[in-house]
């Protein structure tokens, strides 16, 4: 097969396009895909200071480079979210981008700073661990976002991610989630604007991107995802993907061109009635506590009562 750019020969097959490209040209592609999603939706203005969210996986690094090569001013933000046996090395592809490039990471670490790790927390608060994380990973995002002063906060969530949301919220015809499934949310109410710049890019080129370009990752899945509804959509539209190419990003641009804009009033009334919460000043609808400070409570509850067990 050959590059669809140059004609050299390709080392790597976009079935979705139906093009291969060769080294160089695939990366600008990359490039390109990146620039135009951020183009076509507004998330970044010139001169804006962004911040990134990288959890040291193939995503959100290939997402640092190439809002660098893109020519942007990015700092990173590293939650450790004290899971053993994969947050410790996943931290260390996060600094080792940092070092590498130059470019200045925050880490924000769930146990040391809140006293609790995503397992024991979810177990206080009667969740599940990807609920607990969620929840803790978007309220330290805000939270880094509104500190530094950034314009935006980005996160690597790519083209298989937002399509295996979008097929979850369809499933169960969550009209809130969907509206505000947008690649950008604006800022506002206490909230940082948020983007997705890797919306027009699949998995597969993500880590291709990080292995062409030398950047090392964590390539492990977080063990407490696995068998996760999250995973199973992945699956379903993978299975899609095989027979019928692009099917996955017609489903998720079809959704943006047709039906966001249908179901964005939905995502409004979502955010009315916010107030700042008591503990932290997050915005918050719940009538005390948000959600986030109720979870850290809970934690240390639970602490407290396996501490005076143990004496
Ligand atoms: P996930 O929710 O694990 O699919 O991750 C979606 C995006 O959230 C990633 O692409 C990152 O931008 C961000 N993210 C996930 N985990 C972390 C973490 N531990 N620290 C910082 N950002 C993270
Ligand atoms: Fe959040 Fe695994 S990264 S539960
Ligand atoms: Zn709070």
Redesign the pocket.
């Known amino acids: 097969m050959k590059c669809k750019v140059c004609r050299q020969p390709a080392v790597i097959e976009v079935r979705r396009h139906n093009a291969g490209f060769c080294q160089g040209c695939f990366l600008a592609h990359c490039r390109n895909q990146v620039e135009r999603a951020i183009k076509d939706h507004g998330m970044i203005g010139p001169g804006e200071r962004v911040l990134?969210?990288?959890?040291?996986?193939k995503?959100?690094l290939a997402?640092w480079d190439l809002l660098l090569q893109l020519g942007y001013e990015v700092d990173g933000?590293?939650?450790?979210?004290g899971i053993q046996g994969y947050?410790d090395p996943?931290a260390e592809f996060?600094r080792g981008f940092s070092a590498e490039h130059g470019a200045k990471l925050l880490e924000v670490d769930l146990p040391d700073d809140f006293g609790f790790d995503v397992r024991s927390g979810a177990a206080a608060d009667h969740r599940v661990p990807c609920s607990a994380?969620?929840l803790s990973?978007r309220h330290i995002?805000d939270r880094a976002a509104l500190e530094g002063s950034y314009d935006v906060l980005?996160?690597?969530?790519?083209l298989d991610?937002e399509a295996a949301v979008l097929l979850g919220n369809v499933l169960r015809w969550d009209l809130a989630y969907m509206a505000r499934q947008r690649p950008v949310l604006p800022a506002g109410d206490g909230f940082p604007r948020k983007v997705k710049p890797?919306v027009r890019l699949g998995e597969r080129e993500t880590a291709a991107y990080c292995v062409l370009q030398g950047i090392e990752y964590q390539v492990e899945e977080?063990p407490m995802?696995t068998g996760n509804r999250h995973l199973g959509y992945k699956d379903a539209l993978n299975a899609i993907e095989e027979r019928s190419p692009g099917t996955k990003a017609a489903f998720y641009s079809g959704f943006l061109d047709r039906a966001a804009a249908l179901v964005a009033e939905v995502g409004e009334q979502s955010r009315e009635g916010l107030h700042p919460c008591p503990g932290c000043g997050a915005p918050t609808t719940a009538t005390e506590l948000c959600a986030f400070c109720r979870l850290v409570d809970r934690a240390a509850e639970q602490k407290r009562r396996r501490l005076s067990l143990n004496r």
């Open positions: 990134v969210a990288v959890s040291g996986g995503d959100s997402l933000v590293y939650i450790g979210l947050s996943s996060a994380c969620g990973k995002f980005a996160t690597g969530h790519n991610d890797l977080c995802a």
